[in-house]
Each structure stands twice: as structure tokens, then as C-alpha cells.
Nanobody, 121 residues
Framework: VQLQASGGGLVQAGGSLRLSCAAS????????VGWFRRAPGKEREFVSR????????YYADSVKGRFTISRDNAKNTVYLQMNSLKPEDTAVYYC???????????????WGQGTQVTVSS
């Protein structure tokens, strides 16, 4: 599976962005897909994940109520709608896949290249 994250950019605080994670491979729909981010000087952290059916989602407390993860298996794409963005959301965002429902980066075995999100105050 190859993953391509896109949709990042520069936005003012309070604004919105939608990230996309497009995948190749017919087995994409069977994977849990997670979004992670890494801010400058910080470790990679879990943001959200969605299970294969799309019926189960989970969010980090820091983004709960502001971010929404969804997937379109017919398009082999997972989305992360980010609203009410804050400067502390500034990071490189990565998508990755796993066969578990984990929030641990080590449990994910295919990673996209990342897309930069910058939120100005």
C-alpha cells in the first residue's frame, strides 16, 4: 500500500482545512487508517483513526470536537476535516495504516510522506 497525504497549507487560527490520504492497493479498505502529526521539536503524536468499515472512529483529546475523520473506500481515500484550527495544530500531518485499532505509531506499517499544516495566530 502506498499512501499520499495532501491538503495541507497555511491558514489563520479559527480556519479550516481538509486533509486527504489517497492510497493505492486493493486491500486499502481492510485497513484501519490513522492520522498522526509531528510539530517542530516534538515527538510524533496520534491525532485520529478510523477502522476499515468507517463505523469506528477515535480522536485525541486535543482535537476532539474540532476534527472529523472519514473514509471513502470506493475512492481509496481517508479524509481529516480540521475546523477551528489553533496555532498548536501546526505540524506535519501523516497518514498511516494498520490492521489494529491502535493509536500507537509503532503499530502502523505503511506511512505517507506528510503534508504541512501551518496555523497562524
Amino acid at each position: 500500500v502506498q499512501l499520499q497525504a495532501s491538503g495541507g497549507g497555511l491558514v489563520q487560527a479559527g480556519g479550516s482545512l481538509r486533509l486527504s490520504c489517497a492510497a493505492s492497493g486493493r486491500t486499502f479498505s481492510s485497513y484501519t487508517v490513522g492520522w498522526f502529526r509531528r510539530a517542530p521539536g516534538k515527538e510524533r503524536e496520534f491525532v485520529s483513526r478510523i477502522k476499515s468499515s468507517g463505523g469506528s472512529t477515535y480522536y485525541a483529546d486535543s482535537v476532539k470536537g474540532r476534527f472529523t475523520i472519514s473514509r471513502d473506500n470506493a475512492k481509496n481515500t481517508v479524509y481529516l476535516q480540521m475546523n477551528s484550527l489553533k496555532p498548536e495544530d501546526t505540524a506535519v500531518y501523516y497518514c498511516a495504516v494498520t490492521t489494529h485499532g491502535s493509536t500507537l505509531p509503532g503499530q502502523y506499517f505503511y506511512w505517507g510522506q506528510g503534508t504541512q499544516v501551518t496555523v497562524s495566530s
